[in-house]
């Protein structure tokens, strides 16, 4: 993701990448060269440097000494999802982000992909007004890089890419009130399959499953909306399909033509957050979603563990 990330900053106008982190020294070099940028071991040095923002994009459970560290240093921050692999740290990044006079922004990028702001927007404008969904977000396996596998450094399957539609949901239909998790170790040494009840405070339900060894059988990730006589279908971020009503069309949009950064919405999270920057508007996606999406993460792990109803935020 940095370099996702570091490939769309050297293209916008008015943006200079100061440099970049790795302590892998070699990877540091290769794309401190592509963005004409200087490479470090550590943080330190670089935020000596005060930058105007930084974008954590380490692996899970490191996100934490370096957001605190680049807040603290007066800078904006631009953190990958998750906010942290555990209540504790999500919870001292919150205040830190409060405290600060910065901006800090999580890398939920599905809230900028077109097909899902097309359903919000269906949702919206009450051409669909849900009463129910399912969610699907899998993943073929745990092997590729080899340190998705390892719950020491992602916090556990769910804070890999399944985080990403629990925020979602959460962005198209509030919160969560309560949830029953079940989850079982399918391939792999730790719970990789998971399927759950969400109860929503809006009165909306939904069905939530999560796989980690689909082989990467193709939507691995689609969202169906039902409301009266009205539903809508997305397959990952490629299309969306949609009927409002009985005697209604069933109508598709597709966006499988677009350059991936603008289809899965990176492109417009960076925008969005150097425009809170330069315009000083609040931040698209606060501390408080990664709270809230960390507290959905935990409240299913718990739920899975003891078998009860969670309300998510309430732990």
Same mark, same amino acid.
């Given at each position: 993701?940095?370099?996702?990330?570091?490939?769309?900053?050297?293209?916008?106008?008015?943006?200079?990448?100061?440099?970049?982190?790795?302590?892998?020294?070699?990877?540091?070099?290769?794309?401190?060269?592509?963005?004409?940028?200087?490479?470090?071991?550590?943080?330190?040095?670089?935020?000596?440097?005060?930058?105007?923002?930084?974008?954590?994009?380490?692996?899970?459970?490191?996100?934490?000494?370096?957001?605190?560290?680049?807040?603290?240093?007066?800078?904006?921050?631009?953190?990958?999802?998750?906010?942290? &692999?555990?209540?504790?740290?999500?919870?001292?990044?919150?205040?830190?982000?409060?405290?600060?006079?910065?901006?800090?922004?999580?890398?939920?990028?599905?809230?900028?992909?077109?097909?899902?702001?097309?359903?919000?927007?269906?949702?919206?404008?009450?051409? *669909?007004?849900?009463?129910?969904?399912?969610?699907?977000?899998?993943?073929?396996?745990?092997?590729?890089?080899?340190?998705?596998?390892?719950?020491? *450094? &992602?916090?556990?399957?769910?804070?890999?890419?399944?985080?990403?539609?629990?925020?979602?949901?959460?962005?198209?239909?509030?919160?969560?009130?309560?949830?029953?998790?079940?989850?079982?170790?399918?391939?792999?040494?730790?719970?990789?399959?998971?399927?759950?009840?969400?109860?929503?405070?809006?009165?909306?339900?939904?069905?939530?499953?999560?796989?980690?060894?689909?082989?990467? *059988?193709?939507?691995?990730?689609?969202?169906?909306?039902?409301?009266?006589?009205?539903?809508?279908?997305?397959?990952?971020?490629?299309? *969306?399909?949609?009927?409002?009503?009985?005697?209604?069309?069933?109508?598709?949009?597709?966006?499988?033509?677009?350059?991936?950064?603008?289809?899965?919405?990176?492109?417009?999270?960076?925008?969005?957050?150097?425009?809170?920057?330069?315009?000083?508007?609040?931040?698209?996606?606060?501390?408080?979603?990664?709270?809230?999406?960390?507290?959905?993460?935990?409240?299913?792990?718990?739920?899975?563990?003891?078998?009860?109803?969670?309300?998510?935020?309430?732990?």
């Amino acid at each position: 993701m940095g370099n996702t990330h570091g490939a769309i900053l050297q293209e916008l106008k008015g943006v200079r990448v100061l440099g970049v982190v790795d302590k892998d020294r070699q990877r540091a070099q290769e794309l401190a060269e592509f963005l004409q940028a200087k490479p470090y071991p550590d943080l330190p040095p670089l935020l000596a440097r005060k930058p105007d923002a930084v974008w954590v994009t380490t692996p899970n459970t490191l996100h934490t000494r370096a957001v605190l560290a680049a807040l603290a240093a007066g800078a904006h921050v631009f953190s990958e999802k998750p906010m942290a &692999t555990n209540l504790a740290e999500a919870k001292r990044i919150f205040a830190a982000a409060k405290k600060s006079k910065r901006l800090y922004q999580l890398g939920f990028n599905r809230r900028f992909a077109p097909v899902y702001v097309r359903l919000r927007e269906l949702i919206a404008g009450k051409l *669909i007004q849900p009463h129910s969904l399912h969610v699907k977000m899998n993943r073929g396996e745990l092997l590729h890089p080899s340190w998705v596998g390892d719950p020491k *450094i &992602t916090g556990g399957f769910l804070y890999e890419s399944t985080i990403h539609l629990l925020d979602l949901v959460r962005w198209l239909f509030g919160d969560v009130a309560s949830l029953l998790a079940l989850a079982k170790r399918g391939v792999y040494e730790e719970l990789d399959d998971f399927s759950v009840l969400l109860k929503f405070r809006s009165g909306v339900q939904a069905a939530f499953t999560s796989c980690a060894h689909t082989s990467w *059988i193709f939507p691995f990730e689609r969202l169906e909306v039902f409301g009266e006589h009205a539903a809508a279908e997305t397959a990952e971020m490629d299309e *969306i399909r949609f009927t409002t009503g009985l005697q209604q069309k069933v109508l598709m949009e597709e966006f499988r033509t677009l350059p991936v950064p603008e289809k899965w919405g990176y492109l417009q999270e960076d925008l969005a957050f150097l425009n809170a920057i330069t315009k000083k508007k609040p931040s698209p996606v606060t501390a408080l979603d990664g709270l809230r999406a960390t507290q959905l993460v935990q409240a299913i792990y718990r739920s899975a563990k003891t078998g009860k109803w969670i309300a998510p935020t309430k732990l």
